[in-house]
């Protein structure tokens, strides 16, 4: 598991979200790919943090944010770590934000990133 990202964190497999979504494997690399999702590798797997899943589809602002860090120059591993991680700007974790439906302050507070 990267570090920063804390142990107790729950994960989902490619084959969970198969079940969940109802998608075969191919298309859930796809969101993987597409930055629909986010993914790590866990002991070896490839897993996806649970909280960017909501009912039966992907967190819908995760897309975005996931570009703007990417695009700030993180890895996968990072910008996981930086959505997990407690955001003192925020107040919370960025994930917290984005399900809360709190995505321009996480968008705002990704931008400071870049520069």
Known sequence: MPENIAPETPFLTVAD??????LTPGKI??????HQLAAVRVDGV???PA???????????????LLVLLDAGFSDDEA??????????LGERPVESLRAGRKSA????????AF
């Open 17 to 22: 979200l198969v079940e969940r979504f109802g």
């Open 29 to 34: 690399h796809r969101l993987i790919e597409d």
């Open 46 to 48: 490839l897993q996806v």
């Open 51 to 65: 909280e960017f899943v909501v009912d039966d589809h992907p967190l819908p602002p995760l897309r975005g944010t």
């Open 80 to 89: 996981v770590a930086w959505l997990l991680a407690h955001n003192d700007e």
């Open 106 to 113: 996480v968008r705002r507070a990704t931008q400071a990133l």
